[in-house]
């Protein structure tokens, strides 16, 4: 992980591959093989970032430089995936689950609180947060992108996609066609 300060216009290093194994410690003793996605918390400092093939959400705490494992093959979310940060909230999904958690943001350097379920989705890969609704994409050719609400947990909304012409763009029903997203 390389930090771009724009303001003094340095560039550091404050984590690279790193030792085998996945130990907390300060950043650049750190191992980050297979990092999937970042998002970064303006709430305490942090960038969060997942390695599915290891089956780790992790935290890097900017301010002090530590890395911290908050998730290490959890049942629920044996690989996250997926992340997004909005306010004081944390969501990840796995890449072979169907569920979508929220974790609180705390204060920096304290663990986010519990999980809460908000959805449930197939592998989903990329989520984004916009005006109370989570949106994923995720691994179903027939509804590639879905949202849920984070009002309430259900299930998910399929969300119809419209070409630069204005008509719905539907999937393919059959392999001859070339779908919109290939996943």
């Known amino acids: 992980f390389r930090l771009l300060d724009l303001n003094s216009r340095m560039v550091s ?19 980050f093989g297979n990092v999937w996605n970042i998002a970064y918390s303006g709430t305490d400092h942090s960038l969060y970032f997942t390695q599915p093939d290891d089956g780790l959400l992790r ?13 290490r093959r959890d049942p629920q979310l ?24 929220n974790f609180p943001l705390g204060a920096a350097g304290a663990k986010p609180g519990p999980g809460r379920l908000v959805g449930r ?4 890969s990329a989520l984004a947060v916009s005006g109370g609704w989570l949106y994923a994409l995720q691994a179903d050719r027939s509804h590639p ?7 309430s947990v259900g299930p998910a909304v399929d969300i119809g996609l419209r070409s630069i012409w ?9 392999a001859a066609v070339p779908p919109l997203l290939k996943l």
């Open 166 to 174: 204005g008509g719905l763009i539907q999937p393919a029903p059959n």
């Open 145 to 151: 992108w879905v949202k849920f609400s984070l009002s």
């Open 13 to 31: 290093t404050i984590a690279d591959e790193g030792k085998k194994g996945f130990p907390d410690d300060k950043g650049w003793k750190v191992g």
């Open 59 to 71: 935290k890097l705490d900017l301010t002090r430089g530590e890395i911290t494992t908050l998730l």
């Open 121 to 124: 989705g197939r592998s989903i």
């Open 78 to 101: 044996s690989r996250p995936a997926a992340l997004c940060v909005d306010g004081h909230s944390l969501f990840v999904a796995g890449s072979k689950s169907v569920l979508c958690f």
